[in-house]
């Protein structure tokens, strides 16, 4: 007869180690060829599981575990009802630090062997891990029909000026090298709030279809990312491994209709250009937004 401590015992090592940070710890109470999944990681085992809790760690350096239940599920199985605690402080699945709170309510269910832990099933809901950051949660299809479903991001420098020149990227790539092509847009878009003449950038993803458009006050001055800074980096990345199919663009508006902006007051649209802010009413027009 094999003690039911051994079982329970096993288990508070494991989410011990978890609250000491202790990854080697961790990879300790697994038995040989041991599994752990979760809806955020899938399968993994063996130093996969090291490196996915250093990530955690690194995303949430307080990462901590309130054991709200522990107890025994069957012979040879544990079930742990647990609050995942921590402030994101660090890169969360590429995604800049929200500096948020999250308190997140999971379970694992372990099944356990003489030999150690041979299997642990984690669950959480993602969705409420995701608001607990601040993060939209989509749900759409990804195709449907001739349409393909995506997600977009925009930029705005402040500057209201009509776009005289738009650049326009697209690239395909793989899906491992997504995560580090949306890093470096990121970076770029930031620094080209800093570059002269822009206006504004919008960035989508659509499967494996990157697309950013620019707006500029002059075609020249799209030239500006050619001089260095993660743009370089970018191409560099790009000419060497990054990515399978891409192409650039430069356009220049055949025309700009006028601004039109409604009146509070009496309700009529309004070119808010040609009517100088004001409604033919007399009132004071609304201020008029970034044309991008």
């Known amino acids: ?19 000491r940070l202790d990854a080697d710890a961790i990879i300790n109470t697994f038995a040989a060829g041991g599994i752990y999944s979760d809806p955020a990681s899938g399968e993994i085992s063996g130093e996969a599981i090291a490196a996915n809790a250093k990530r955690l760690w690194t995303a949430f350096p307080d990462l901590s ?37 999250i308190s997140l309510p999971g379970a694992d269910v372990m ?13 959480f809901d993602t969705k409420t891990l995701a608001e607990q950051l601040g993060l939209q949660v989509l749900i759409q299809p990804h195709k449907l029909g001739p349409f393909s479903f995506g997600f977009s991001a925009s930029v705005q420098s ?24 949306r890093e470096l847009t990121r970076k770029t878009a930031t620094e080209m709030l800093g570059m002269e003449g822009f206006i504004g950038l919008t960035t989508m993803r659509i499967g494996d279809r990157g697309i950013t458009i620019s707006a500029w006050e002059k075609p020249e001055q799209i030239m500006q990312l050619r001089k260095g800074g993660t743009h370089a980096e970018a191409m560099k990345r790009f000419w060497a491994e990054l990515s399978h199919s891409a192409f650039t663009s430069v356009w220049v508006p055949h025309h700009i209709n006028p601004m039109l902006i409604r009146c509070t007051t009496c309700g009529k649209m309004n070119a808010h250009d040609i009517k100088s802010g004001v409604c033919s009413c007399g009132e004071t027009l609304p201020e008029a937004p970034a044309y991008y």
């Open 111 to 123: 099944e356990i062997g003489t030999d150690g832990i041979r299997r642990v099933n984690g669950y």
């Open 158 to 181: 402040g500057n209201k000026t009509k776009p005289g020149a738009f650049g326009i990227t697209t690239i395909w790539n793989a899906d491992a090298d997504t995560a580090e092509i």
């Open 65 to 101: 575990f309130d054991i709200v239940s522990l107890a025994e599920a069957g012979k040879g199985k544990v079930a742990a009802e647990w609050i995942m605690k921590g402030t994101n402080k660090g890169s969360f699945n590429g995604l800049p630090p929200t500096n948020r709170i």
């Open 1 to 19: 007869m094999i003690p039911e401590t051994i079982y329970l015992d096993k288990a508070k090592q494991y989410l011990d180690a978890w609250n």
